[in-house]
């Protein structure tokens, strides 16, 4: 099975939610637009002594030992302070709790039973769907890596 990885290291779903506490002293040396320095990755390197940390505004990877990535949920909470922060406001500090991802695969695709409408299109209460809103002026997307 093949796995996403992160500079060669494999990425795995955590398996259990992880607690932070944001202090005021992280809030103020973490830097903007950085996903593994800012107030986050510090909080996470000095509570958990991970090796290394990347905040995105939709998953965080925290690696703690040699041999994987473990990746979490970005909670809705800590995606608006990140894209506050990253726009030069500041970084409020708090409690945020990482958790696990739902899905079973490292793709971050759902599994689910068999629809009743196998095709979309086939759907009478089908809704148009609306338009994604690109948040602008904030760090990078997905973490950079390579696709084993």
């Known amino acids: 099975m093949k796995l996403k990885s992160i500079d060669g290291i494999p990425v795995t779903n955590a398996k259990h939610q992880l607690k932070l506490h944001i202090t005021k002293r992280d809030c103020s040396v973490g830097d903007i637009k950085d996903p593994s320095t800012c107030a986050a990755a510090k909080t996470i390197r000095r509570e958990y002594g991970a090796i290394d940390c990347r905040v995105h ?23 608006t302070e990140i894209i506050a922060f990253d726009r030069g406001g500041e970084f409020q500090p708090g409690e945020y709790i990482l958790a696990a991802p739902s899905a079973k695969r490292t793709t ?14 086939n759907n009478p209460n089908r809704k148009k769907r609306r338009s994604p809103t690109i948040v602008q002026n904030v760090r990078g997307g997905p973490a950079t890596g390579d696709q084993a």
């Open 57 to 79: 505004l939709g998953r965080v990877y925290i690696r703690q030992n040699k041999g994987n990535w473990q990746r979490y949920m970005t909670p809705r909470s800590l995606r």
């Open 108 to 121: 971050g695709k759902r599994q689910g039973g068999n629809s009743r409408f196998k095709n979309s299109r």
